[in-house]
């Protein structure tokens, strides 16, 4: 028999469904200026939504930009452990819109998935937090454990609010440990817990040759040109193989276990279906050496994601432009910190600098690196939880992806994190066409259920 609380949740699942439909038509693109009222509004949103359902002491907390939400509810009998429970409200901006097939702000049921933004990074996943708490609250008038919720609007923009909060450690953050669902399952129906994230630095380079733009006819030859000086400059961050090139990037970085690598060779994972429904490359490319997941998981990447400047509209303009940029990212692995690999790429851009140009490295960001170990308490709960539910054995993985404040819940309040996601691989996050699997929605919120019942058990 099910709990009361899961029962609930499936008697009331159409309801939490046009609920989060609700949510998901608020365009909270924290990027953008323009939306900062829609920012606040879901926010509010959520705030209200906690306060009805019966979480306490309900508020929004000031940051530079979007507000976080804050709630808790501390009185379960005994010595019970409190959880944080983590989401995310804000979402990515919708560009290229041309290539979506339904509105992104309007979302639309197709082939059993929800497609919108945010549906799964993270407004779904949050949702059904709350919906979790929700149907706990109602079926038993309390919950099973000490419960806070901290939401953020700014985790898409590098999260500096809520890392500041956190490390100012106040008393309404004291916690045993975090519940965090802005991860996926390994494939479809598979039960899954992320137990590593990469880390991030996020940086531009910019480049400056003349004081002014230059006609290439009257300077062209004699005036440096910034765009192929930063050309060179970021065609020298890697070779041919993919390996960077950076003095001193590699060291210090830990491998995965034999045990770790022997699990994930056991994972449902085919390359050539990777290359072709995920990627939809030619092939795919990477360090040599390496497997698919080690080159994802476990191994640190440097990407160039821009290079805005020059003239770019339509004919023709022959200029030498004064100055060019380009943003790009590292991401790092255990064994690496964003200070040092920051400082060894910086040193290393203004070495290669061709003559002629002056050059600014900034970094406009960072995370660390997160290894969870399998062998707590709260990991042991989510994996009979999960199995529960989903009726198999749940696999652990990492993610090649990073969510910061993993590191600040670790560093600053002691607290282990359980990345508890139900995303799928597929779901186009930060593209057209997201989604969020309906049958991923509606057994998350029951895994969640379970497993906080397990905790308080």
Aim: charged share 25%.
């Amino acid at each position: 028999m099910p709990s009361s609380a899961v029962a609930y949740a499936r008697q009331n699942h159409p309801r939490f469904l046009e609920e989060l439909k609700s949510l998901l038509r608020i365009p909270s693109v924290s990027t953008l200026p323009e939306h900062n009222g829609d920012c606040l509004k879901a926010a509010e949103t959520l705030a209200a939504e906690l306060k009805r359902i019966g979480m306490e002491h309900v508020r929004l907390i000031e940051t530079v930009v979007h507000p976080l939400v804050y709630a808790d509810w501390l009185h379960a009998a005994g010595r019970k452990p409190t959880v944080l429970i983590y989401g995310h409200y804000d979402v990515q901006p919708t560009d290229p819109l041309d290539e979506w097939l339904s509105p992104p702000f309007e979302p639309v049921e197709r082939n059993g998935n929800l497609y919108a933004r945010g549906s799964a990074d993270d407004k779904g996943q949050v949702w059904a937090q709350v919906k979790a708490l929700e149907s706990l609250m109602a079926a038993n008038r309390a919950l099973p454990l000490n419960v806070r919720v901290l939401f953020e609007g700014d985790e898409e923009v590098g999260g500096e609010g809520i890392e500041s909060y956190v490390a100012s450690r106040p008393p309404e953050l004291k916690t045993d440990f975090a519940l965090i669902s802005d991860t996926e399952l390994f494939a479809p129906g598979l039960p899954t817990l992320c137990v590593g994230l990469r880390g991030m630095i996020y940086t531009e380079i910019e480049v400056r040759g003349a004081k002014t733009d230059l006609h290439s006819g009257m300077y062209g030859g004699a005036a440096p040109n910034p765009f192929v000086a930063l050309a060179r400059i970021v065609a020298g961050l890697k070779d041919e193989n993919g390996r960077i090139l950076i003095p001193g990037f590699y060291d210090g970085v830990i491998p995965p276990s034999a045990e770790e690598l022997a699990a994930w060779r056991s994972l449902p994972f085919d390359e050539e279906e990777y290359r072709k429904s995920e990627v939809g490359s030619k092939q795919l490319v990477g360090e040599a050496g390496y497997s698919v997941l080690e080159r994802t998981w476990a191994r640190p990447t440097l990407d160039v994601h821009g290079m805005p400047g020059g003239f770019t509209g339509a004919g023709a303009k022959t200029v030498i432009p004064a100055k060019a940029s380009a943003k790009v990212s590292m991401r790092l692995v255990p064994g690496m910190t964003p200070a040092r690999t920051f400082a060894l790429y910086k040193s290393y851009v203004e070495k290669i600098a061709p003559a002629g140009v002056d050059v600014e490295v900034r970094l406009i960001h960072s995370g660390d690196p997160s290894l969870i170990r399998v062998d707590n308490p709260y990991i042991e709960a989510a994996t009979r939880a999960l199995h529960e539910v989903w009726g198999k054995d749940t696999v652990f993985i990492r993610s090649g992806g990073s969510i910061p404040i993993v590191g600040d819940f670790d560093r600053h309040l002691g607290a282990p994190s359980v990345m508890m996601g139900f995303g799928l691989p597929d779901d186009n996050i930060h593209a057209p066409n997201e989604k969020f699997h309906l049958k991923n929605f509606e057994l998350g919120i029951q895994s969640l259920i379970r497993f906080l019942e397990e905790v308080g058990g």
